[in-house]
């Protein structure tokens, strides 16, 4: 009987959803289409190294829930005959974010870790019944996020593309290790990487001076800092050109001081680095980070959107790397059951905000012309990452890194052109127009 409720309660919520977001834009786009990739996120598949795992009680809870989001799409998309002209991108959000966030908010209050690992593309980093026995603790839970986040994400892609995930476990020496999942030379994606990592040891003085260098005020003992730092981590580079590249990181930090006490922050954000400029996909984009923000404070969305553009920032050539979203670092208020709950916001967005921009160009014709200049703008994120990240940076002075996955972030390929302008009233010069003086989307 709760089930039903739970599924009923859905409905209401989505038909609800349905009738604000109706009557706006070209109601000529489909909405059958959108689930399919992102329903599975509910379901129960072992993922590691490509086998199956059996079922449960908990997985057939777990089924019973998916049941009741079919149900609700379905209603969905009865409702919206009788709805006219809604935007493809309103009614993409609308697939894609509510009844899966509706979905995802019960995966944590289910608390069988062991369950939930079931879905995973792989086990996780800490020892399943390790996590089991401190599921209530803030390292615990988090990890458990950031390989949910992989899973979702990796499933929406291989939908997209229809190839398969190379999924490559790592281990470091010094403590910890993690998953980095990468398919590469598909049909849709040139190179795609999902990466989760959980790491832990001392600091290294360079690794302390930078946490030094933001503020932070570390008294270690006998000269050492134990940390913990995890993450999910991903850059996608599409073949056609307009498809925009994205980038997420979600992480955690933890350092023990010398008194036993511990310093905790998150940091993270979302980011479009279209190669054209497309003002439907920029809203769309920034929407649904700003609703996913809203939902905990209304300073979030428009102070870490100024973040962004500010972090992604290639100084030497004097435009940003993208088109921004937001960022945020060392966020350690207003209390760490908020600032969690917040992250986990941020982190369910990233196939909504993602996969219909995705869908949307996935059959646009383009030139050579259009590639080389994909292949420039590409040159340029190159720059930004190896010159000036702060992970990218922390990863390298970091004993027992693992290279590949810290520079998994560079694409296959890119091009350097000596003194490359794009003429003036092209399509290339409007987008170089946007990087140098960013814009509000939303």
Known sequence: MASIA???????????????????????????ATPRWLSRGAGVRFMSQGTAGGSSAGGARRRALALGGAAAVTAAAAAAGFLANVHHFQRAEMATSVLPALVNEDREQEGDVVERCRGF????????????????????RMEMLIM????????????????????????????????????QDGKVFEKAGVSVSVVFGNLTEEAAKQMRSRGKVLKGKDGKLPFCAMGVS?????????IPTVHFNYRYFEIEEEDGNKQWWFGGGTDLTPVYVNKDDAFHFHNTLKEACDKHH???YPDFKKWCDRY????????????????????DSPN?????????????????????????????????EQKDWQQVRRGRYVEFNLVYDRGVKFGLATPGSRIESILMSLPLTARWEYMHEPATGTQEAEMLEVLKNPKDWV
Not at 122 to 140: E, F, H, N, W, Y
Not at 316 to 327: A, L, N, S, V, W
Request: glycine content about 10%; proline content about 4%; overall charge positive.
């Open 312 to 331: 992604f920032y290639i100084r030497h050539r004097g435009e940003t790397r993208g088109i921004g979203g937001i960022f945020f670092d060392d966020l």
């Open 148 to 183: 949910e986040t992989q899973a979702d994400f990796c499933r929406a892609l291989q939908e997209a593309d229809g190839g398969t995930f190379q999924v490559d476990r790592w281990e470091r020496k010094e403590g910890g290790g993690g998953i980095s999942c990468v398919m």
């Open 121 to 140: 593309m792989s086990p996780p980093v800490t020892d399943i019944g390790v996590l089991q026995a401190t599921k209530g603790q803030m390292r615990s």
């Open 298 to 300: 209304s300073q979030y």
């Open 6 to 32: 739970l599924c009923s309660v859905k409905r209401r919520c989505l038909l609800s959803r349905l009738k604000t977001l109706s009557g706006a834009g070209d109601s000529s786009h489909g909405l059958a």
């Open 336 to 368: 760490q059951e908020e600032a969690f709950s917040f992250v986990k916001s941020c982190a369910r967005t990233v196939v909504p905000c993602y996969l219909p921009i995705v869908y949307k160009h996935l059959s646009d014709s383009f030139t050579d």
């Open 234 to 242: 991903s850059v996608i580079h599409p073949k056609n050109p307009h």
